[in-house]
């Protein structure tokens, strides 16, 4: 159990901050930026869950808790050991509430503009994010260990966001699509 007993410490006042393992890295390092994207994409999911409806709503709930195991693991050096990391059956959950999504789903004739409901509105502007800290993740794991369930959790959360996005817009009736060249 974590208990906060106190919100600032002042020890990352020079620029420094901890990591879970007590290493003292800048705040700026790639790790750091890496589990601070993955906190970014949870907020930007807070704020999908307050539009969403029924079954997108309560699997938010899901993922904002696995986003927290996620920004663990991402703040722990290494890949194994007693730390909480993401597991695999974590990423399988993921995959089949994607391929449940998907069979409720028209297929697309092209891609989808960002947008629509508020709901999938958001639901995008998070993808983007978790796009951001996979990519963020990959430069990462090029340089130290990172686990492989936290690579796939970030990239198929993405793919989620993605049929969650257009389950919000109607099952997809309401999403709008890219003309290309429509206003050459």
Not at 59 to 83: K, S
Not at 125 to 131: E, F, K, N
Request: glycine content about 10%; charged content about 25%.
């Amino acid at each position: 159990m974590v208990v906060l007993s106190r919100i600032y410490t002042r020890t990352g006042d020079g620029g420094e901050t901890s990591l879970g393992d007590g290493t003292r890295v800048a705040k700026h390092a790639l790790r750091v930026e890496c589990y601070g994207t993955v906190d970014e994409a949870n907020a930007c999911l807070g704020l999908a869950r307050l539009h969403a409806r029924g079954e997108v709503a309560e699997e938010l709930g899901r993922i904002q808790n696995d986003l927290f195991d996620l920004g663990a693991d991402l703040c722990r050096p290494g890949t194994g050991g007693e730390a909480l990391r993401v597991s695999e059956a974590q990423v399988e959950r993921l995959e089949r509430a994607i391929d449940a999504a998907t069979a409720r789903l028209e297929p697309l004739r092209s891609f989808v503009l960002p947008g629509g409901g508020a709901a999938a509105a958001h639901l995008h502007l998070a993808r983007t994010v978790v796009r951001r800290a996979e990519r963020l993740a990959a430069a990462l794991a090029e340089r130290e260990p990172v686990g492989g369930p936290a690579l796939r959790y970030l990239n198929r959360l993405s793919d989620w966001l993605f049929v969650a996005a257009r389950l919000e817009n109607d099952e997809g009736r309401a999403d709008v699509l890219w003309v290309p060249g429509a206003h050459r």
